[in-house]
């Protein structure tokens, strides 16, 4: 991890935030920080998280020159990854592909419930209502379905 990395991820977990990624050249241009909590991310908070970091002392003297900040919350399209995203999304519905030999892959459900190990999914099977506990380490990928 860089020092930039280790002082992004420092600043906005003071904060309580959580780092999802960070991304940037080695030659200069953009460093993208995509952040988020437990309930989502206001842009108030967005912006305090960028004010924290471009006046901070190693950023201002290392990389305020070569690079351009930005600071903002996953995309809508931003895959479903860790336990926190699934918890954050209760009440959504997903399209969520996993190993599995019972059901046809992807499906379409609703997140009911998270636990340590798994996702419950709401989904219906034959016209009939029936809840799936799908195991983390069975999802291949999970994202968020809009609704139009």
Not at 8 to 24: C, N
Request: aromatic content about 6%; proline content about 3%.
């Amino acid at each position: 991890m860089s020092d930039i990395q280790k002082l992004i991820k420092d600043i906005a977990e003071a904060s309580g935030i959580f780092v999802e990624d960070i991304k940037m050249s080695e030659t200069g241009g953009t460093i993208k920080v995509i952040c988020d909590t437990e309930e989502g991310i206001s842009s108030s908070i967005l912006v305090s998280i960028s004010k924290k970091i471009l006046n901070d002392p190693v950023y201002e003297k290392e990389y305020a020159e070569r690079f351009r900040l930005e600071v903002s919350s996953p995309g809508i399209d931003t895959h479903l990854t860790l336990p926190r995203h699934f918890r954050k999304n209760i009440g959504h519905n997903i399209v969520l592909q996993y190993r599995n030999e019972e059901h046809n892959n992807p499906i379409k459900g609703t997140i009911t419930d998270v636990d340590e190990d798994a996702v419950y999914l709401a989904v219906k099977k034959k016209k009939e209502n029936e809840t799936l506990r799908i195991p983390f380490k069975e999802i291949e990928y999970a994202s968020i379905v809009l609704k139009w």
